[in-house]
Antibody, heavy 115, light 107 residues
Framework: EVRLVESGGGLVQPGGSLRLSCAVSGFTVSSNYMSWLRQAPGRGLEWVSVLYSDGTMNYADSVKGRFIISRDNSKNTLYLQMNSLRAEDTAVYYC?????????WGQGALVTVSS | EIVLTQSPGTLSLSPGERATVSCRASQSVSNSYLAWYQQKPGQAPRLLIYGASSRATGIPDRFSGSGSGTDFSLTISSLEPEDFAVYYCQQYANSWTFGQGTKVEIK
């Protein structure tokens, strides 16, 4: 059975940092395209970052230079290091696998940036 | 960036009726690299359609996708109670962007 489980969300002050984790079972993270997306409260979906199986990564302009995507092959886990957080980064963050479409998603982790 | 505009914003229909959601792109989506997702409250999105018209694994055949270039649509042939949700289109031809969503609600 495929499972993606995010953790690490919470309340953080503007300018602070947070690291999200996405523990995966049922397939190998390093062999797949893995992505982070987010959804602000009451809003639509926004792509954040993708990590390809060859190690190449890409970021949305809104997070470029502040967020870093990575993986730990030994733990089969995807990460999102979020630095210099802003109020507009407040959202539910999802990890998802990409094949031809985002076919498996985690349940989401809420990140709230507020003083 | 390819901007996707969905219409209508809200669709009010009864079970058994046909639903059609439109997704228009600001420029041509090459290779019909367009997907559709369904999202229910408090849940992660679910992939319905990829490549504009291919159903994802386990998706009922009442869901169908069509279109090419800049105009795409998702059709639900006969609404079931569990189909009332928000639907998003996504293009993956040039980076990834999503439409703003269409809510299909019970009339």
């Amino acid at each position: 059975e495929v499972r993606l489980v995010e953790s690490g969300g919470g309340l953080v002050q503007p300018g602070g940092s947070l690291r999200l984790s996405c523990a995966v079972s049922g397939f190998t993270v390093s062999s797949n395209y893995m992505s982070w997306l987010r959804q602000a409260p009451g809003r639509g979906l926004e792509w954040v970052s993708v990590l390809y199986s060859d190690g190449t990564m890409n970021y949305a302009d809104s997070v470029k230079g502040r967020f870093i995507i990575s993986r730990d092959n030994s733990k089969n886990t995807l990460y999102l290091q979020m630095n210099s957080l802003r109020a507009e980064d407040t959202a539910v963050y999802y990890c998802a696998r990409w094949t031809a479409g985002l076919d498996y998603w985690g349940q989401g982790a809420l990140v709230t940036v507020s003083s | 960036e390819i901007v996707l505009t969905q219409s209508p914003g809200t669709l009010s229909l009864s079970p058994g009726e046909r639903a059609t959601v439109s997704c228009r792109a600001s420029q041509s989506v090459s290779n019909s690299y367009l997907a559709w997702y369904q999202q229910k409250p408090g849940q992660a999105p679910r992939l319905l359609i990829y490549g504009a018209s291919s159903r994802a694994t386990g998706i009922p055949d009442r869901f169908s996708g069509s279109g090419s270039g800049t105009d795409f649509s998702l059709t639900i042939s006969s609404l079931e109670p569990e189909d009332f949700a928000v639907y998003y289109c996504q293009q993956y031809a040039n980076s990834w962007t999503f439409g703003q969503g269409t809510k299909v609600e019970i009339k």
